[in-house]
């Protein structure tokens, strides 16, 4: 009886463990968290972190094909919208891949071999579980609730209400439409503290955004706040520290908003519909989205029709029609050479950078033409009529091209006359450089000259193969027979052993305690000095302590190996405590700028003499010393001239002293002298010896004109168009004009018509040659060699045409 009683409680007590059970079952479905020790499978599809409030998701997410990735999106939206991803660049296999919080703390995505694809900083920590949390932020919590690791702190390419945006905070577009993957344009605050948008492609990159045409202030920004942080609150407003600010057309609460980098440059602030699940744009950075840079790359230009669209302009074809940062290829060759051009007018278009020149005012379309042609890097030019007179801008690359009726000018191209356009208006060009009477020749001339430069190309080439297999089978032959050379004749003497280490108190003695200063240079300052035994010295006190005892001396000694009658001769070296000498034989006339830039100038002879006993001795440096060197700065202060002006190269291997600085990093530090420095340096590209070739052409060129081609012009300081660059420009048309006085117009004219045209022939062309911008186009020292020897000096003056015939007979 007793039991019966107890019957209908049973029963209820059952009943509320069956339905505890049952509702314990229904919640472990929507999942806020993630223990430690736990994970999430790609393969169940319901192995997602919902955020209390059910706005954010997160789990893996895959977009057809068998791709998946570790994201964040809006649970509401009718397309799943991905606000963050954890593996942007490297999906996922769709079998086997894992998102755990190990037992250390850490979280990591493991993809289907079990390699560890992300991960969240927090090893080692007392991370207890991972929350999605209903602002859309994925965090790591420890037992006492306190954030390790936040996705809010690392953005892919949508910023959400309330997420602070900080200096650290990037949010960078996808590739394109549909992908995940990183691509060229980036939202972020700039090191002026201002917020940027900016383009980062595979050939250029710019700022586009704040209008890079208007400066701070009409910007309406400010760079004096330099805490760097912007934030979009619940309102749909947005403010930055750089008081760049704005707010969504449908301002007010209860919206759910996102702002995102969108794959075609434009950031854009959208505002989900929650009936419909659909988004619209509240707001958007830049109206006219062909304003943003890079759209339809290189060429390229974008027109509305009505939304933007890419094309390419008359004479050009799209390089890939499905990738328009590729943008368009000419249909024709560009060459300096062709004279026959026309140029092309696109009207209410624009392209803008680039500039090469500019000018304003009384100038008409026809005198930015003719600008234009007398420039060879200028590919169009941008006209337009203002009230005070027409604006006129040549160009010497075009991107960013931009068609819209509200531009209130035309961009002309030049092109050869033979590329079909049908255009507007069409502008016959005319050499404006040249004179009139020289027309007829133009049309002959190009051919002519075109073959000797290929033919110069193909003869170094060619010499340079053979001078190389000479050299390789001369050594081979040498050692063979008689193992190590004794002699090698023209200068290449064998290592004597006079080379030795001095001590602090000798050069001391030697160099009168320092008391004559020879001269002084970026790496140190040279003392004369005669040693012990009457040789007259120049010591030079290096100024950087370059580095140890062990490779300071290593290095010296390879240096002090080295021995050919046109490098200045080490003869020893002291290293003591803080002191690093150099004794170096003394040279008795000074250097060569001494003798070139100054009234005291030389004749033809000893200056030809000089460019091939240099070439020489850089050949030498470069090909054939036991440790190939590059000297770095070649230039006329380092070009010592002995009693016979042969000249000796100072200073080499001193670019290997100090580039010992840090641990194997070469040539950190930019060495050389401005004017004669390489491109490269500029570039950051590897050092080669062509740096070397480079500096010899400007000395070269400055040796066959008798003045300084290294200083940069400051007339337009604007355009930076240097000495050099200027020189190389007219030379190059005067030689296209087929001007027979161009050599007699260049040569230096102190000499007074005396020197070998033959010989200045070979020393400008060369010349031009080692000054090639592209480093692959420029000689090599051996190869520099070998043409000076063939150059025969001559006094008789050949004409132009028999110049030709010879050169062609070849
Ligand atoms: C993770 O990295 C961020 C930024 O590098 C840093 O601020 C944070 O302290 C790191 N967290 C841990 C737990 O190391
Ligand atoms: C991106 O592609 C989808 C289809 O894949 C299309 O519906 C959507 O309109 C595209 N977005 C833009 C901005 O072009
Ligand atoms: C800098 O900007 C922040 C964020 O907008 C603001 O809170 C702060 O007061 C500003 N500081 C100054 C000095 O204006
Ligand atoms: C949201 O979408 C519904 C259905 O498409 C539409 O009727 C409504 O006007 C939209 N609301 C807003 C604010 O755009
Ligand atoms: C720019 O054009 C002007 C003529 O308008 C010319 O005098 C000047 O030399 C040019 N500058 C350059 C760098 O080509």
Same mark, same amino acid.
């Given at each position: 009886m007793r039991n019966r009683t107890h019957e209908p409680y049973r029963f209820l007590l059952l009943l509320l463990l069956i339905s505890f059970f049952l509702i314990n079952l229904a919640?472990?479905?929507?999942?806020?968290d993630l223990e430690r020790g736990s994970s999430l499978s790609v393969e169940d599809d319901s192995d997602l972190i919902t955020s209390p409030d059910g706005s954010f998701t997160c789990g893996f997410h895959n977009a057809g094909g068998n791709d998946y990735w570790f994201s964040i999106w809006f649970t509401s939206s009718t397309d799943r919208t991905v606000v963050w991803t954890a593996n942007r660049e490297r999906p996922v296999n769709g079998k086997g891949s894992k998102l755990s919080l190990r037992r250390n703390g850490i979280m990591v995505l493991t993809d289907f071999d079990g390699k560890v694809v992300w991960e969240s900083n927090t090893t080692s920590t007392e991370a %207890?579980?991972?929350?999605?949390?209903?602002?859309?932020?994925?965090?790591?919590?420890?037992? %006492?609730?306190?954030?390790?690791?936040?996705?809010?702190?690392? &953005?892919?390419?949508?910023?959400?209400?309330?997420?602070?945006?900080?200096? =650290?905070?990037?949010?960078?577009?996808?590739? *394109?439409?549909?992908?995940?993957?990183?691509?060229?344009?980036?939202?972020?605050?700039?090191?002026?503290?201002?917020?940027?948008?900016?383009?980062?492609? #595979?050939?250029?990159? =710019?700022?586009?955004? &704040?209008? #890079?045409?208007?400066?701070?202030?009409?910007?309406?920004?400010?760079?004096?706040?330099?805490?760097?942080?912007?934030?979009?609150?619940?309102? !749909?407003?947005?403010?930055?520290?750089?008081?760049?600010?704005?707010?969504?057309?449908?301002?007010?609460?209860?919206?759910?908003?996102?702002?995102?980098?969108?794959?075609?440059?434009?950031?854009?602030?959208?505002?989900?519909?929650s009936s419909s699940g659909s988004w619209s744009v509240s707001w958007t950075a830049l109206p006219q989205p062909c304003n943003v840079h890079g759209l339809c790359g290189r060429n390229g230009i974008c027109t509305y029709t009505p939304g933007p669209k890419c094309s390419c302009p008359p004479g050009y074809e799209a390089s890939d029609p499905s990738d328009w940062n590729q943008g368009c290829r000419p249909t024709f060759i560009r060459t300096c050479l062709d004279f026959q051009v026309k140029f092309v007018e696109v009207l209410h278009t624009d392209y803008y950078g680039f500039d090469l020149n500019f000018s304003y005012g009384a100038i008409s379309v026809e005198a930015c033409g003719d600008l234009c042609l007398?420039?060879? *890097?200028?590919?169009?030019?941008?006209?337009?009529?203002?009230?005070?007179?027409?604006?006129?801008?040549?160009?010497?690359?075009?991107?960013? !091209?931009?068609?819209?009726?509200?531009? #209130?000018?035309?961009?002309?191209?030049?092109? &050869?006359?033979?590329?079909?356009?049908?255009?507007?208006?069409?502008?016959?060009?005319?050499?404006?450089?040249?004179?009139?009477?020289?027309?007829?020749?133009?049309? !002959?001339?190009?051919?002519?000259?075109?073959?000797?430069?290929?033919?110069?190309?193909?003869?170094?080439?060619?010499?340079?193969?053979?001078?190389?297999?000479?050299?390789?089978? !001369?050594?081979?032959?040498?050692?063979?027979?008689?193992?190590? #050379?004794?002699?090698?004749?023209?200068?290449?003497?064998?290592?004597?052993?006079?080379? *030795?280490?001095?001590?602090?108190?000798?050069?001391k003695k030697a160099t009168n305690n320092f008391k004559v200063e020879l001269g002084r240079g970026g790496s140190g300052v040279v003392y004369k000095g005669v040693l012990a035994d009457e040789r007259a010295v120049a010591v030079k006190r290096l100024s950087d302590l370059f580095q140890g005892e062990q490779e300071f001396w290593a290095e010296v000694s390879t240096i002090g190996k080295i021995n050919h009658m046109n490098l200045v001769r080490m003869w020893g070296f002291c290293s003591e405590g803080r002191h690093r000498l150099l004794v170096y034989e003394y040279i008795e006339k000074s250097s060569l700028d001494k003798h070139l830039f100054t009234s005291n100038f030389l004749g033809w002879k000893e200056r030809f003499n000089i460019a091939l006993r240099t070439a020489k001795g850089l050949a030498y440096l470069h090909h054939e010393c036991l440790e190939w060197i590059i000297h770095c700065d070649v230039k006329p202060e380092n070009l010592l001239l002995d009693g016979e002006f042969e000249p000796k190269i100072a200073d080499f291997g001193l670019a290997k002293l100090s580039q010992r600085g840090g641990p194997d990093i070469e040539f950190t530090r930019i060495r050389g002298t401005k004017g004669y420095m390489a491109p490269e340096w500029a570039l950051n590209l590897p050092i080669t010896a062509k740096v070397d070739v480079y500096s010899f052409g400007v000395v070269i060129l400055e040796m066959v004109k008798g003045i300084r081609l290294s200083n940069w012009a400051v007339e337009d300081a604007e355009q930076q168009?240097?000495?050099?660059?200027?020189?190389?420009?007219?030379?190059?048309?005067?030689?296209?004009?087929?001007?027979?006085?161009?050599?007699?117009?260049?040569?230096?004219?102190?000499?007074?018509?005396?020197?070998?045209?033959?010989?200045?022939?070979?020393?400008?062309?060369?010349?031009?040659?080692?000054?090639?911008?592209?480093? =692959?186009? *420029? &000689?090599?020292?051996?190869?520099?060699?070998?043409l000076l020897l063939e150059s025969e000096p001559e006094s008789e003056i050949r004409s132009p045409n028999k110049l030709r015939l010879h050169l062609r007979s070849d």
């Open positions: 919640t472990s479905e929507i999942q806020n %207890h579980r991972a929350e999605l949390l209903n602002t859309g932020n994925l965090v790591l919590k420890d037992i %006492h609730g306190m954030i390790l690791w936040q996705s809010f702190a690392y &953005p892919t390419d949508t910023l959400l209400p309330n997420q602070v945006f900080t200096k =650290s905070s990037r949010l960078i577009a996808a590739i *394109r439409n549909g992908s995940y993957a990183t691509g060229y344009y980036s939202f972020y605050f700039d090191n002026n503290n201002a917020m940027r948008l900016f383009y980062d492609g #595979p050939e250029i990159s =710019s700022i586009y955004w &704040p209008s #890079p045409d208007l400066d701070m202030y009409q910007n309406s920004r400010t760079n004096y706040n330099s805490s760097r942080i912007a934030v979009l609150d619940d309102t !749909g407003r947005f403010l930055s520290s750089d008081q760049f600010q704005f707010s969504a057309s449908d301002v007010g609460s209860g919206v759910k908003r996102r702002l995102t980098m969108d794959y075609d440059g434009n950031l854009r602030l959208y505002s989900l519909n007398g420039d060879c *890097r200028c590919e169009a030019f941008s006209y337009r009529i203002t009230g005070s007179g027409g604006r006129c801008y040549t160009k010497s690359a075009l991107f960013n !091209g931009v068609q819209t009726l509200s531009f #209130p000018g035309s961009i002309f191209l030049k092109l &050869p006359t033979t590329v079909e356009a049908s255009e507007t208006r069409v502008l016959l060009g005319s050499n404006a450089v040249c004179e009139s009477s020289a027309a007829e020749v133009l049309l !002959g001339s190009p051919t002519i000259r075109r073959v000797r430069w290929v033919y110069l190309y193909s003869f170094a080439l060619a010499i340079g193969v053979i001078e190389a297999f000479v050299i390789v089978s !001369g050594w081979w032959f040498l050692f063979r027979k008689h193992g190590v #050379p004794s002699t090698v004749e023209d200068g290449y003497r064998m290592i004597s052993s006079q080379f *030795r280490r001095f001590t602090y108190a000798e050069i168009e240097s000495e050099l660059t200027r020189f190389v420009r007219i030379v190059k048309i005067k030689i296209q004009c087929g001007e027979d006085s161009w050599l007699e117009d260049i040569v230096d004219p102190r000499l007074d018509g005396k020197f070998s045209r033959n010989q200045a022939l070979t020393l400008v062309e060369i010349g031009l040659f080692c000054v090639e911008e592209d480093r =692959s186009k *420029r &000689p090599t020292m051996d190869s520099v060699v070998q």
